[in-house]
């Protein structure tokens, strides 16, 4: 009896077998596919579809940009090209079974920005759940297995970076952040978070070599911003530091520490005027504290020295 149940069910997995391929034949394809430029294009998914048999395999480009179909039925053929950040070809050709069929070659158009797949969606809304829990581990692994999966979503390394970043081991959260670079040289938030690993070690001096080579107007973070204009509050460039701490108390107006240092650069820089203004504006947010009771000092010898 055992036997019987046997030979029913290799019948049944060669049977399923053979109709996953029913699409074979004596026919074959080949193709190039480049960009508008005519540079090759590697890792283009090409999904090819048999639709007298309904039924397909899928393939993908190498390094020249060229892929091979052999061994596959006659007929009418769809065949799709898909590559993250490439607008998506769709073409159908009539196969040849006997006689040589031509090569196909398509060019794609690059898209502006980066453009997510449903399917990678998905898997980007499970490692950012597992990356709000806490969970930065998990939420690495589940990262890296993306950017393993689609190698052409290289803004990935920026979330792999900022789990690195939470767990403290800061070398590889910038190794992960130049991936970002070595695409998009001018990412201004690959930049920052550079910046930041180097802060957190305590260097400020290769932090600085990092921040200086953000656009001002593009730094949104008002302790990224502070720490640029503490840098040079202490060097004694005092106009610059001004610029970014009245940044700073723009984005957050109840930002103690940069209220206070804008107050003491403009005292150093012998503005008095906005030096007054900045200490009172201090005092309305925190009129008890240690650190009040210095600033109305400074007050009062203001408003004497007028």
Same mark, same amino acid.
């Not at 069910?9 to 109709?19: A, D, H, M, P, Q």
């Not at 940009?65 to 091979?68: E, Q, S, V, Y």
């Not at 200086?212 to 502070?226: G, M, T």
């Not at 309305?284 to 007028?306: G, T, W, Y």
């Given at each position: ?5 046997d030979? *029913?069910?290799?019948? *049944? ?10 699409y074979s034949? %004596?026919?074959?394809?080949?193709? %190039?596919v480049? /960009? ?12 090819l579809?048999?639709?007298?048999k309904g039924?397909?395999f899928?393939?993908a480009t190498?390094?020249d940009?060229?892929?091979?179909a052999s061994?596959i ?5 769809f065949?799709?090209?898909e ?6 070809? $769709?073409? +159908?050709?009539?196969?040849l079974e ?10 794609? !158009? $690059? ?7 449903e399917?990678?969606?998905q898997e ?8 709000k ?11 890296e297995?993306?950017?393993?999966k689609?190698p /052409?979503?290289y803004i990935?390394?920026?979330?792999i970076?900022?789990?690195?970043f ?5 070398a !590889?959260?910038?190794s992960?952040?130049?991936k970002v ?15 930041n690993c180097y802060?957190?070690r305590g260097?400020t001096e290769?932090?600085m070599?990092?921040y ?11 302790? *990224?911003?502070?720490n640029?204009?503490?840098y ?5 460039k005092?106009e610059?530091?001004? !610029?970014?701490?009245? $940044?700073a108390?723009?984005?957050q107006?109840?930002?103690l520490?940069?209220i206070?240092?804008l ?8 503005n ?5 203004v900045?200490?009172e504006n201090?005092l309305?947010?925190?009129? /008890? +504290?240690?650190?009040?009771? !210095?600033?109305?000092?400074? *007050? ?7």
């Open positions: 009896m055992r036997l019987i149940k030979t *029913v069910l290799v019948f *049944v997995l060669l049977s399923i077998s053979l109709l996953a391929q029913d034949g %004596k026919g074959r394809l080949a193709g %190039k480049c /960009d508008e430029e005519g540079k090759p294009l590697e890792r283009v998914k090409v999904r579809l048999c639709v007298m039924s397909g899928e393939t190498d390094a940009g060229n892929w091979k061994w039925k006659g007929g009418m053929w065949i799709d090209f590559k993250l950040g490439y607008s998506s070809k $769709k073409i +159908s050709i009539d196969v006997r006689g040589k069929n031509p090569l196909i070659e398509v060019k794609m !158009q $690059k898209l502006e920005g980066l453009f997510i797949t399917e990678l969606k980007l809304f499970a490692g950012n759940k597992l990356f829990e806490g969970k930065y581990l998990e939420a690495k692994n589940a990262y297995a993306i950017a393993t689609y /052409d979503a990935i390394q920026m979330s970076g900022n789990c690195y939470q767990l403290e081991d800061y !590889q959260a910038e992960s952040f130049k670079l070595e695409k998009d040289p001018k990412n201004h938030n690959a930049l920052l978070r550079i910046g802060a957190n260097e290769r932090a070599e990092w200086s080579q953000i656009e001002f107007e593009k730094i949104a973070d008002p302790l *990224v911003l502070y640029i204009g503490t040079f509050y202490n060097g004694s005092f610059q530091a001004i !610029q970014y701490y009245k $940044k108390i723009e984005i107006e109840n930002f520490d940069g206070y240092q107050g003491l650069a403009y005292l150093a820089s012998g008095s005027r906005e030096a007054l900045e200490f201090y309305k947010h925190d009129p /008890d +504290s240690e650190r009040a009771a !210095q600033i109305k000092n400074f *007050v009062q010898l203001l408003k004497d020295k007028k």
